[in-house]
């Protein structure tokens, strides 16, 4: 299995789920990280955030992919 890293840091979960629809629809297998304590404390997602994480070897087309989704 390969190494999960992290791409990109979001502020809430739907946000992170937006990233993630956008890689999903390209292929790439997408993943979110947050800690908010099992969703009991969904503040926690404004101090620490909500990390979007991909396959390694996936890494540098995910950031791009989520680039050029910004920037459109």
Do not use: C, W
Not at 12 to 25: N, P, Q
Not at 29 to 55: T, W, Y
């Amino acid at each position: 299995m390969p190494n999960l890293v992290k791409v990109k840091t979001y502020r809430s979960e739907v946000e992170a789920e937006i990233g993630a629809a956008v890689l999903r629809e390209e292929g790439v297998e997408a993943f979110i990280h947050s800690d908010d304590a099992g969703g009991f404390q969904p503040q926690l997602q404004m101090n620490r955030g909500v990390n979007l994480m991909v396959a390694d070897t996936d890494s540098e087309r995910a950031i791009q992919l989520l680039d050029a989704a910004q920037n459109t």
